[in-house]
């Protein structure tokens, strides 16, 4: 709730005017700068996801969600052991980035829209487009683990990262149990954000905010269960 400096009136975190005499509340925000954002979500993640909430458009959100397919895609390649179905490192980066692409540019379709329908059930306020905001933001640790941490992994155990006989952990136990340990904490680190995203953005309580989080990783988990037996891998 904001309260209006001039007639004193309530108005909703996000009115940019005061809904009863017009006066000034808060900047509008037109527009989404990339890296002041990811940079801002690091450094105090509620004021950047009240910015995000405000913004009008919710720039880089499809680009984020693309990032984030590649991420999942590689460590569904892992998780599958799928390193003996090619025949050098460089294939199966190339198939590893194109379904992640495919991965990515499918669960802007479905992910945002079940986010945005369990934080509507919780009693969430606001639209879907800062649904998708939100959601594509938390998502900022995964996907620049992307850029950090895939390239130490990839430069460490080359195919090997892929391969079940031999197993990447008995080559390297302990640089394997540290990547695996740091992937972890990212995926921590997401969720975190997307709890505080949910509960900044649609103006609920923390407690509420993470069952509408764990109810779209359920959504997720679902997605990654059943799509690999329909492909058949
Ligand atoms: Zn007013």
């Given at each position: 709730?904001?309260?209006?400096?001039?007639?004193h009136?309530?108005?909703?975190?996000y009115?940019t005017?005061?809904?009863?005499?017009?006066?000034?509340?808060?900047?509008?925000?037109?527009n989404?700068?990339l890296?002041?954002?990811?940079?801002?979500?690091?450094?105090?993640?509620?004021?950047?996801f009240?910015?995000?909430t405000?913004?009008?458009?919710?720039?880089?959100?499809?680009?984020l969600?693309?990032?984030?397919?590649?991420?999942?895609?590689?460590?569904?390649?892992?998780?599958?052991?799928?390193?003996?179905?090619?025949?050098t490192?460089?294939?199966?980066?190339?198939?590893?980035?194109?379904?992640?692409?495919?991965?990515?540019?499918?669960?802007?379709l479905?992910?945002?829209?079940?986010?945005?329908?369990?934080?509507?059930?919780?009693?969430?306020?606001?639209?879907?487009?800062?649904?998708?905001?939100l959601l594509?933001?938390?998502?900022?640790?995964?996907?620049?683990?992307?850029?950090?941490?895939?390239?130490?992994?990839?430069?460490?155990f080359?195919?090997?990262?892929?391969?079940?006989?031999?197993?990447?952990?008995?080559?390297?136990?302990?640089s394997y149990?540290?990547?695996?340990?740091?992937?972890?904490?990212?995926?921590?680190?997401?969720?975190?954000?997307?709890?505080?995203?949910?509960?900044?953005?649609?103006?609920?309580?923390i407690?509420?905010?993470?069952?509408?989080?764990?109810?779209?990783?359920?959504?997720?988990?679902?997605?990654?269960?059943f799509?690999p037996?329909?492909?058949?891998?």
């Amino acid at each position: 709730m904001i309260i209006c400096p001039v007639c004193h009136s309530e108005n909703d975190n996000y009115a940019t005017v005061c809904s009863n005499c017009k006066g000034f509340l808060q900047n509008r925000i037109p527009n989404l700068d990339l890296f002041e954002t990811v940079w801002g979500i690091v450094e105090s993640p509620r004021a950047t996801f009240h910015q995000v909430t405000l913004a009008e458009h919710k720039n880089y959100s499809v680009f984020l969600f693309t990032l984030f397919g590649i991420s999942l895609s590689f460590t569904s390649f892992w998780y599958l052991r799928l390193g003996n179905r090619f025949d050098t490192l460089l294939e199966l980066i190339v198939w590893a980035l194109g379904v992640g692409v495919v991965t990515g540019l499918g669960l802007v379709l479905i992910l945002p829209v079940s986010y945005h329908l369990s934080a509507r059930a919780m009693g969430g306020k606001s639209g879907f487009r800062s649904s998708l905001g939100l959601l594509s933001y938390s998502l900022v640790p995964v996907v620049a683990s992307l850029f950090f941490v895939l390239p130490v992994e990839l430069l460490t155990f080359g195919m090997y990262l892929f391969t079940a006989n031999p197993h990447p952990y008995t080559i390297k136990p302990v640089s394997y149990v540290a990547l695996v340990s740091f992937d972890v904490g990212v995926s921590l680190w997401s969720f975190i954000l997307a709890v505080l995203a949910t509960s900044t953005g649609h103006q609920m309580s923390i407690i509420r905010a993470i069952v509408v989080v764990t109810l779209t990783m359920g959504a997720l988990a679902g997605v990654f269960f059943f799509a690999p037996r329909v492909f058949r891998l």
